[in-house]
T-cell receptor, first 112, second 111 residues
Framework: GENVEQHPSTLSVQEGDSAVIKCTYS??????FPWYKQELGKRPQLIID?????GEKKDQRIAVTLNKTAKHFSLHITETQPEDSAVYFC???????????FGTGTRLTIIP | GVTQSPTHLIKTRGQQVTLRCSSQ?????VSWYQQALGQGPQFIFQ???????GRGNFPPRFSGLQFPNDSSELNVNALELDDSALYLC????????????FGSGTRLTVV
């Protein structure tokens, strides 16, 4: 089955700097890669996703890149703000499959 | 949105528990995930049009139901201490998993 590894497990950045979180996946059939943000005690919220037919997707300060050959994808957050502090999870799925396989999460702390 | 009940629950080892989920309007697929403390969500199973559509690596004492109104239940029998976790329900328009909407979850503590 699919295995998703996520790094780093914790990340601290100064407010205004950029943050990058990286994930690798094992199943070459995976073609959908969402990122979720989970604040303490709250539900995971989808912040951006990418499908395998594109290499990059941006939404304001957030971007995701995908390298299918290397089987890795990354989340980029620019101009970080205190409200970006949360745990971020990557995930992978085969659109014909029934489940998302999640990474182990990255705790991002923005230092004011 | 997706609503789950109860929000918190404390059960004794060996007991049975039922968790409930009401899907977002128009969504016909519901998936259940278990999130242990400090871990990513783990897929339990998915229901589509009231039929189980896939199952993760969980024992048969984890079972589910989906009702015609797209509400769903997760039942766990013979509770074990390791079942303590946040249980998340997610709904989507189809089994393709695009655009999952998670509920706030039920925090289950087994003592």
């Amino acid at each position: 089955g699919e295995n998703v590894e996520q790094h780093p497990s914790t990340l601290s950045v100064q407010e205004g700097d950029s943050a990058v979180i990286k994930c690798t996946y094992s199943d070459s059939a995976s073609n959908y890669f969402p990122w979720y943000k989970q604040e303490l005690g709250k539900r995971p919220q989808l912040i951006i996703d990418i499908r395998s037919n594109v290499g990059e997707k941006k939404d304001q300060r957030i971007a995701v890149t995908l390298n299918k050959t290397a089987k890795h994808f990354s989340l980029h957050i620019t101009e970080t703000q205190p409200e970006d502090s949360a745990v971020y999870f990557c995930a992978a799925s085969n659109s014909g499959n029934e489940k998302l396989t999640f990474g182990t999460g990255t705790r991002l702390t923005i230092i004011p | 949105g997706v609503t789950q009940s109860p929000t918190h629950l404390i059960k004794t080892r060996g007991q049975q528990v039922t968790l409930r989920c009401s899907s977002q309007s128009g969504h016909n697929t519901v998936s259940w995930y278990q999130q242990a403390l400090g871990q990513g969500p783990q897929f339990i199973f998915q229901y589509y049009r009231e039929e189980e559509n896939g199952r993760g690596n969980f024992p048969p004492r984890f079972s589910g139901l989906q009702f015609p109104n797209d509400s769903s239940e997760l039942n766990v029998n013979a509770l074990e201490l390791d079942d303590s976790a946040l249980y998340l329900c997610a709904s989507s328009f189809s089994v393709a998993n695009y655009g999952y909407t998670f509920g706030s979850g039920t925090r289950l503590t087994v003592v």
